[in-house]
């Protein structure tokens, strides 16, 4: 048996779908003989669920079309004259049947891709979920065999909370059997850390104590939220104690062909606060978009760059034990969560990307004051100064360990004075950045050593663990490690 009218209201229905935001939960199917008819869908993701529901059952004509198995009619009709839903969808306020119903719907040349997709959302909440038929699973396929010729709501029902993944859009044409591949867009999320001496983004940075060390965080958009009531993403970043956030947030959006729409320091349609979700890291915060709202300030944005800077503490982590070294770094984590499923009216974000974290790197100077025969030596004075010749002013920590200072710190000194045993730590080193160890006064009875220009050079494996450093002197036949031992040879002074 065929459907008339209404098979051609089926294939205008499902061209609308077609239009629809791809995360939209369901897709309409309209089928016209019993018994052949199987929905298959293309999906090599495993362990999802698709039901689908009858809504209307097969007639010869409109004026004798019924409610299907799976959908509540009464219900329904009492959503579909719910006001608000659109300036056409109003003439649903006199329908009192599923006739009246499908002649509305069919009217092609009022009835539009809006239109379809909250009529679809109207149903999905009056669906009879014990009359579905769900599909089952095999060799990267969906199939759901329809045991009645009808028109058709297909839903995706699986539970994604807490994982990167979001309900599919069905796009469903009108026919025997149908094969669909099921659209799916999330969006993504990657975070970089910027190398102070290169001036690049990547994964791995290195600084000295007390520098400001910036990031960037960039997350897409989905192409199509219009089947969403509300739609949120919150960009979530953990910092490590090594790092002090600076509240310096700023925002790039993109257009899809990645032309900067707008910089602002101000996000438009954002929340900003501290992130309690975590107790792993000293300080974490968020920012929530609320992302409907941002596309319609700017229509066209794929993509919003988040930049910030956080200063490198007291608290890094410096690198000091044997090479290899996986844990003296300090790890910066961002991830997002995202509404993911447009049948949540709420916009509750259950989707979550994958953790993304960066790496900031810092080294220590390990000083070795001898005399000719490698005996310790107390008493001699030393400065740390920069490429400028400027002393750098250091914090003690504990006896004969000493770390750059942060700001103007009280109890900073330029001059630091070695003891009995000679030896001496400086905490917060750079990396590529050339320091000069300067002895400003010798021990009694000895010559003042030579200035010891360096500078550290680092290489990394492919999980951003510290392979090996070398102290280069001018040339790149460097020492290993990053000890200097200083020797004083006696002498007389006039």
Same mark, same amino acid.
């Given at each position: ?25 369901? &897709?309409?199917?309209?089928?016209? +003989? !019993?018994?052949? *008819? $199987?929905? /298959?869908? #293309? ?106 010729? &009808?028109?058709?709501?297909?839903? +995706? !029902?699986?539970? *994604? $909370?807490? /994982?990167? #993944? ?106 900003? &606060? ?221």
């Amino acid at each position: 048996m065929k459907m008339k009218k209404f098979a051609a209201l089926a294939a205008a229905t499902v061209m609308s779908v077609s239009a629809i935001a791809a995360t939209s939960a369901f &897709g309409v199917f309209a089928t016209t +003989d !019993a018994g052949v *008819n $199987n929905i /298959v869908i #293309k999906d090599s993701d495993t362990n999802r669920v698709y039901k689908a529901y009858q809504i209307f059952d097969q007639a010869s004509a409109t004026n004798t079309i019924k409610w299907g198995k799976g959908i509540n009619g009464d219900a329904l009709l009492t959503s579909l004259k719910t006001s608000g839903l659109s300036t056409y969808m109003s003439q649903f306020d006199s329908a009192e049947s599923a006739v009246d119903v499908a002649k509305i719907i069919s009217d092609a040349d009022h009835w539009t891709k809006e239109d379809t997709a909250k009529f679809a959302k109207a149903a999905s909440a009056c669906i009879i979920d014990n009359k579905s038929v769900t599909a089952y699973e095999d060799n990267g396929e969906y199939t759901i065999p329809l045991p009645n010729a &009808g028109y058709y709501l297909v839903v +995706d !029902a699986t539970e *994604n $909370n807490g /994982v990167d #993944k979001a309900n599919s859009a069905l796009i469903l044409n009108v026919s025997g059997t149908t094969n669909v591949t099921p659209k799916k867009t999330k969006p993504t999320l990657t975070k970089q850390i910027k190398h102070n001496e290169s001036d690049s983004w990547g994964d791995v940075g290195d600084n000295a104590i007390g520098d400001d060390v910036e990031f960037k965080i960039t997350t897409t958009i989905p192409s199509d939220v219009s089947a969403y009531d509300k739609y949120t993403y919150t960009v979530r970043d953990q910092l490590s104690e090594g790092f002090t956030f600076n509240d310096n947030l700023t925002y790039k959006y993109y257009d899809a062909d990645g032309q900067e729409i707008t910089s602002v320091t101000v996000g438009p349609n954002t929340t900003v &606060g501290d992130d309690s979700s975590t107790t792993d890291y000293k300080e974490s915060f968020y920012v929530t978009f609320d992302i409907k709202e941002l596309v319609k300030n700017y229509p066209t944005v794929a993509k919003i760059e988040t930049y910030y800077s956080a200063k490198l503490n007291e608290n890094a982590n410096v690198v000091t034990g044997t090479l290899p070294n996986s844990k003296d770094n300090n790890p910066n984590t961002a991830y997002l969560t995202y509404s993911n499923n447009p049948q949540d009216t709420t916009g509750k974000e259950n989707g979550e990307t994958p953790k993304v974290t960066v790496y900031d790197w810092t080294f220590s100077l390990v000083g070795n004051k001898v005399n000719e025969n490698g005996e310790p030596l107390a008493g001699a004075a030393f400065q740390l100064r920069d490429k400028h010749g400027d002393a750098i002013r250091l914090v003690k920590i504990e006896d004969n360990v000493y770390r750059l200072e942060i700001g103007d710190e009280a109890g900073s000194v330029d001059t630091i004075w070695t003891d009995a045993t000679g030896k001496f730590t400086i905490k917060g080193i750079d990396d590529q950045t050339t320091y000069k160890l300067v002895e400003t006064e010798a021990p009694a009875q000895y010559n003042r050593a030579d200035p010891y220009e360096f500078k550290f050079d680092t290489t990394y494996d492919s999980a951003n663990t510290l392979q090996s450093i070398r102290m280069l002197d001018g040339t790149d036949s460097g020492t290993s490690g990053s000890t200097v031992k200083i020797i004083n040879q006696k002498g007389g002074s006039l």
